[in-house]
């Protein structure tokens, strides 16, 4: 049956289902949410205020590894003010997130500009026999999110396009890459510009505990890993076992349209891209596996603490750079070093609101560190849990349900991570679970979640693409078409979390489950 904004079309007058009922709700207070960048100036003002409150009260907490009793710092003072005015400028420029996704997204706006992730993309997808199809599509939109957004105006209507062309229904197409770039949105086979963000707020919080620990951008990187061929072939299972049959055969009236292949000169550029990877990856090479490789940590030799690890960052914007500025010689897209400035450039124009969210996100994490409340929560929060007798596998489940939950409302997920990062990250590290672990508890619910969430940034766009073969569509077909893929992910990432957690295996290079 055909939904348009989630009421029957059959049956107009119909009561609406629960479910109905539930996410015109979920609509409804999402809409009614202030924008991300407010919504964090609303939450500095709230601690400031907080701390002027708390600290009239006798609240103290006891911290568990120093023994030193916990008091809230009160902002609503002159020394408070001062700091505050002060120290603005800092909270801003020293916000982890903020120079890793800026120097990140640099490299990856040569790659973008040049056409090189636009060509991989079209490769992988026309080059694929028809019965990995649907494999090759759900995979390129996970591997997409490596040049952040791409796959939604990309990958997502081309995939409807090669459906079409080959006799299926466009929208299964479309389903099926929609999944792989939002439902599969932390899963990957690469580092990609979420990361360092993430990374970098789960360090913020991380450092209220112990001001010397350090995410590393890669801390997710083996669970992200091996997550990619399950999250591809749970999406491919539930394209062709439901979304297939569900669909039947597609009898609108959209016109078959042709998927250029690519062209000599775009081919000349792939192969100059790939052999560009070669050169920096032996490279690379050279400099850990030597024991005395020069890109190893000078005095122990450690892979783990090398200045390849904390440099992460500034190897994607090496690799990124230098395969987009490969391509773009070799298929004539790059003429100049203009061509490349623009393409930084243009990168950089995407993340004006960014940089605005930024802003008010880190004066509101600065003020929750200062006024010692986070601190303070955190260990209160985790006696509570500590005397639940909650294990690990309970806790994480329940974590990450919590997320998905919250993301039904609250679309961006570094938006949501810096208001539950400075809570849940000290309270676990304080039960000895890593910040590592819990940023992959909460990417796996922030993602799961995403596909059917109105409140995704980018769900109103595949909406569009959706009406473009179904006129009658609309946010309830959409949520339709994509809950099967969300319970399965769901259940499929939770299983895959118990399973490292049985037996123990880190999420991450240096990023072990369990901090004792």
């Not at 990361?195 to 951008?217: C, F, H, K, R």
């Not at 090479?285 to 904390?310: D, K, Y």
Request: aromatic fraction near 12%.
């Amino acid at each position: 049956m055909k939904q348009t904004n989630g009421m029957a079309d059959a049956a107009p007058t119909a009561k609406p289902s629960f479910f109905s009922r539930f996410l015109s709700a979920v609509e409804r207070i999402g809409n009614a949410l202030p924008h991300p960048a407010t919504l964090f100036g609303i939450f500095a003002l709230l601690v400031i205020f907080l701390s002027w409150i708390f600290s009239l009260f006798d609240l103290s907490a006891l911290h568990p590894a120093t023994g030193e009793t916990i008091r809230p710092v009160n902002l609503v003072s002159t020394e408070g003010l001062h700091r505050i005015l002060t120290e603005m400028l800092d909270n801003f420029t020293g916000f982890a997130p903020l120079g890793t996704v800026l120097v990140a997204m640099l490299g990856i706006g040569v790659a973008e500009g040049s056409g090189l992730i636009g060509a991989v993309l079209r490769l992988l997808v026309t080059k694929a026999p028809e019965k990995l199809l649907t494999f090759v599509i759900v995979m390129a939109g996970v591997l997409s999110n490596t040049a952040s957004e791409v796959g939604y105006v990309l990958l997502v209507p081309l995939s409807a396009i090669i459906f079409l062309a080959v006799g299926r229904h466009p929208i299964a197409g479309l389903a099926a890459a929609f999944a792989g770039v939002s439902g599969g949105y932390s899963a990957n086979l690469l580092l990609g510009t979420v990361d360092p963000l993430l990374a970098g707020l789960s360090e913020e919080a991380a450092q209220i505990i112990d001001p010397t620990y350090l995410v590393n951008p890669a801390g997710n990187y083996y669970f992200m890993f091996v997550s990619t061929f399950f999250i591809a072939a749970a999406g491919t299972w539930v394209t062709e076992r439901y979304i297939v049959p569900r669909l039947g055969a597609y009898k609108g009236d959209a016109e078959t349209e042709e998927v250029r292949a690519l062209s000599a000169e775009e081919k000349r550029g792939m192969w100059y891209a790939l052999w560009s990877m070669v050169i920096l990856s032996a490279l690379v090479l050279w400099g850990l596996i030597p024991e005395g490789g020069f890109l190893r940590e000078a005095e122990t030799g450690s892979v783990l603490r090398s200045p390849f690890m904390r440099g992460i960052v500034a190897f994607i914007f090496i690799a990124a750079g230098l395969a987009g500025i490969a391509y773009g010689v070799g298929a004539r897209t790059i003429r100049n070093d203009t061509d490349v400035m623009n393409g930084m450039a243009k990168s950089m124009e995407t993340l004006g609101l960014y940089m605005v969210l930024v802003f008010f996100a880190a004066q509101f994490v600065a003020y929750f560190k200062w006024t010692n409340l986070g601190l303070i929560f955190a260990i209160e929060g985790a006696e509570f849990l500590k005397a639940s007798g909650l294990g690990p596998i309970p806790l994480m489940i329940a974590f990450i349900l919590l997320s998905a939950l919250i993301n039904l409302s609250m679309g961006s997920a570094s938006a949501k991570w810096a208001i539950m990062a400075p809570v849940f990250i000290p309270m676990f590290m304080l039960l000895d679970y890593s910040p590592e672990l819990v940023q992959a508890a909460y990417r796996i619910g922030d993602s799961t979640t995403n596909i059917i969430s109105p409140m995704m940034s980018y769900f109103a766009l595949i909406v569009a693409f959706v009406e473009r073969y179904d006129p009658k569509a609309g946010i309830g077909t959409v949520v339709a078409t994509m809950l099967p893929y969300t319970l399965i992910f769901l259940a499929v990432w939770t299983v895959l979390l118990i399973i490292w957690l049985v037996f123990n295996i880190p999420v991450g290079p240096g990023a072990p489950l369990f901090l004792g």
